[in-house]
């Protein structure tokens, strides 16, 4: 009988080695397990990855073998390994990801955490950890793909080249790679979910979302929806927000949560929605645990710019100021909805002169609405069927209020 080639093994194949406990004192033993137990489960929940089994795993506890040697004996393109070291009111880890081939780090982390709450800096730390190796595990195996022949990839190949390339703004490109996977496997769910972003991902800034390229995402998303249960519920939910339907998009956000604890979009999108709903305290919990959960994602200046509208928000202006300052710095370049910001919270804050030399920057730049009826406009579109609470149409009352006493004019 002629034997069975065996089945194309997983891209994102990985182990996580048992996290080191370096403390000296076995009995602290059991935080590090918890912490690779739970990684497992969260890396488990990357698509198309294949994470090997706790059993296995621990089998490695202890032994001094070599990435190269580890990737040989499991089959796995890549090794995480860690440790915690427990010292008084903190626990410093470090996190190491490592291409199994040739042994080479791919990405290291080192942060301190507060032990304080055991619970909540387990959580804090798997999803830190998770999120980091998501990104990029997702990054280098597209790399990896985009250099051998197109010939030898499949769907899934393609699919995870598409999510790597939008992750990274590279959306004409990317969309591409999707088209792609769907002309090789029609009902992939990974695909569906990246091609259903296009909509609103291609909206040019503070233009209107086209209603019937919302719709032929709403199919999209939900066609992979009765795919794969558990992929996709981030993309509906921003579809749904785009729609004015905010509370129908914060349930499809606490699902995805729930899916996934460590997805980073899931918790900035519940950030962002909560604000839609002039919620701007529990909005500003969920943007800090964004960027706690991922300090070097990409999309880190936009749960800056989060936090700065959910200060706002609370009338704290000048931390509405220090935020939109963050993320102008961190995206590298002048962003007009944070300059508009600024200028707003400088003007209600008292600092007139400021507000007004802030403006004047503002006007000569080469972006942004220059009159209270451009900023109305241009928010009428990024925000369309406003939610009706009236702590967020306040919001924007005050901040047309603090553009107009810089010196803005009407129209």
């Not at 490695?60 to 004996?73: L, N």
């Not at 927000?241 to 995805?256: K, P, S, T, Y």
């Not at 996934?260 to 604000?275: E, K, M, Q, R, V």
Request: proline share 5%.
């Amino acid at each position: 009988m002629k034997p069975v080639a065996p089945a194309k093994a997983a891209g994102l194949s990985i182990v996580v080695l048992p996290f080191a406990n370096l403390s000296g004192d076995p009995s602290q033993d059991h935080f590090a397990d918890a912490l690779t137990d739970a990684l497992i489960t969260a890396l488990g929940r990357i698509p198309n990855t294949s994470v090997i089994a706790r059993d296995i795993a621990f089998a490695f506890r202890g032994k001094t073998v070599s990435a190269p040697q580890i990737g040989k004996e499991l089959g796995v393109r890549y090794v995480f390994e860690g440790s915690v070291l427990p010292s008084g009111n903190q626990v410093r880890v470090n996190a190491q990801l490592i291409e199994a081939e040739n042994g080479a780090s791919i990405w290291a982390d080192q942060f301190d955490t507060p032990r304080a709450d055991l619970v909540s800096t387990h959580d804090e730390i798997v999803a830190r950890l998770a999120r980091a190796t998501d990104i990029q595990l997702t990054e280098f195996e597209a790399a990896r793909l985009e250099r051998a022949p197109v010939a030898s990839q499949d769907a899934e190949d393609f699919a995870l080249r598409c999510r790597a390339a939008v992750r990274k703004g590279q959306l004409g490109a990317g969309f591409g790679l999707c088209e792609q996977a769907l002309a090789l496997e029609p009902n992939n769910a990974h695909a569906l979910v990246s091609l259903a972003t296009r909509s609103y991902l291609q909206t040019p800034f503070g233009e209107r979302p086209d209603p019937e390229a919302l719709k032929r995402a709403d199919l999209l998303v939900s066609k992979a929806l009765v795919i794969d249960p558990t992929h996709g519920h981030e993309a509906k939910g921003e579809i749904l927000r785009l729609q004015g339907r905010v509370d129908q998009a914060i349930a499809e956000f606490e699902r995805a949560f729930a899916l996934d604890p460590t997805s980073g979009d899931a918790i900035g999108f519940l950030g962002n929605a909560y604000w839609l709903a002039g919620q701007f305290e529990k909005s500003l919990e969920y943007f800090d645990k964004a960027i706690r959960l991922g300090p070097n994602d990409p999309n880190l200046y936009v749960w800056y710019q989060g936090k700065a509208r959910a200060n706002f928000g609370l009338k704290d202006y000048d931390q509405a100021i220090e935020w939109s300052r963050r993320a102008m710095m961190i995206n590298h370049s002048r962003d007009a909805t944070s300059e508009e910001r600024i200028i707003a919270a400088l003007a209600l804050s008292g600092r007139d002169a400021e507000a007004r030399e802030a403006l004047r920057d503002y006007l000569a730049g080469p972006s942004g609405s220059k009159t209270i009826a451009g900023n109305k406009a241009a928010s009428d579109a990024r925000f369309p069927n406003l939610h009706p609470d009236p702590r967020i149409l306040e919001y924007f009352d005050r901040f047309y209020d603090g553009l107009r006493k810089a010196g803005m004019a009407e129209g």
